[in-house]
């Protein structure tokens, strides 16, 4: 799951909060559609969780904890 690069850019932009696709493709120099398919493995597998505020979608961490995952599995790969 979290062996996709991307993926781990998509949560580590997530642990600043609630992002719309197109700001995370942004972030992350990928295609719209192509983050949304990472999103939708994410969101399989219970990891991000979306809320819709009328046609937008906001994609976000699913609790605390993966934050806390993410931001040690980060620290770890850059020491």
Do not use: C
């Not at 046609?55 to 609790?63: R, V």
């Amino acid at each position: 799951m979290l062996a996709d690069a991307t993926r781990v850019q998509l949560l580590w932009a997530l642990i600043g909060g609630e992002l719309r696709v197109n700001d995370l493709a942004a972030r992350v120099g990928k295609p719209a559609p192509s983050v949304s398919q990472h999103l939708a493995k994410l969101r399989m597998a219970r990891l991000v969780r979306t809320r819709r505020e009328g046609t937008t979608i906001y994609y976000s961490l699913d609790n605390d904890h993966i934050g806390q995952l993410v931001t040690d599995a980060v620290f770890n790969a850059e020491h």
